[in-house]
């Protein structure tokens, strides 16, 4: 694969078959947990974990698994990751576990399962299996990252608040302040805050996107 | 294609990878256990720390006491109290109490009171309230509950504890009346439980 046919399909993959923005897969931990930059760095790399593991696992196990029971072992790879991030979140980040809770499995179930297309992993090798994985893990984060972190600035004038969660080392007052104070635009911590963004991310997402892309596979 | 030699591939397979997700989930708990505890565990001193009066040296957390209160849930709720001592001499306690349900859930508050009853410091353990007007009870987001220490059951007055749009004393977080009231409804109500139970923990265990 040429650089520029490797960038376009970066692009793809990142804005254009974005599965967040084209399929609006995981609308709901979208909305509960993209209220804080630091959720959504921390959500992007859990989910990579998960991606990349079941992607390996599946591509690697793909002579062995006959076609009818790839889909349920599938689940059955992803719902291992997810258990597992989500005891390790327990252990070493509690903070962190309980503002995330439920959402990482969640957005692992509805959003992984149905963007890393199947038959991908299934037909080839890990190596190229674990870039398919890696291309989803990244469209996520390109879209979680920066809306939380646009949610972030208008509710509270701060990026990177409750940093030491995820990274203990700062101190816990840890923030970059935009502006004096803590106050904002309140609902954008909300849910309605988040449908209106969304919103708004989605009327530029379909107009610099001509026509809807015909193959909808990522 | 002859399906009969591969009717029972696929219930293997499924059975395989069941036993290796189990197996792996049990190996990773198995690992993480004892760290997760003692996670849980730094969290509650950390939370103890900040509501209890200082100047403890007891083992606050050994000494914690579980008990029921017909006024607690009817009593099918347990409840924790953790003494905090100087030298064998109760200097204070601590109570992780759920309060009744604020906008969206009950909030989880821990309470540090001093020895004679007066409310030191209080930390909001677990909340759901909306962001940005509930949630501001949280010590992180304003400092709406340091208006409570110093406070005990008889100041204010009984019929004076509770916020102000029930004709009460306390300012309610603007935006959040209902938070408010389940947070002061619960304070005064943590210190009564305190002072109700506060024979039960006077002496050191034996």
Redesign the interface.
Known sequence: MSTSVSCLHGCNVLWRHNPLLVRLLGLCPLLAVSTRLIDGIALSILLAAVGLWTAALVSGTRRLIPPEARAICRALFLATGAGIVTVLLKTFRLDLAAQLGIYVPVMAGCCLLVAQSAEFSGRHPPALSLRSGAGVAAAMAAFLIPFSAAREVLAYGTLLRDADQLVPALPPEFALRLWPGDQGLAVAALPPGALLLLGLVLAIHRRLTPAPPADRRV | MNARP?SW???L??LI??L??GA??KV??GY?AA??GM??EQ?LLRDLRQVLPPGYDNDVLKEAVQFTDPDYFGGREKLAIYPARRAGVLIGAALAITSAPGYNAPLRLMIGVEAEGRLHAVRVL?QHE????GANVDP???DWLARFSGRSLSDPPPERWSVRPDGGEFDALSGATITSRAVTNALHQGLALYAAHRDEIASPPR
């Not at chain 2, 909306?130 to 007007?133: D, P």
Request: aromatic share 4%; charged share 20%.
């Open positions: 591969r591939r696929a219930p397979a499924v990878v069941s290796f997700s792996v989930l990773v708990d993480t760290r997760a996670a849980a969290h677990e909306t962001a940005g007007l992180r987001h304003s």
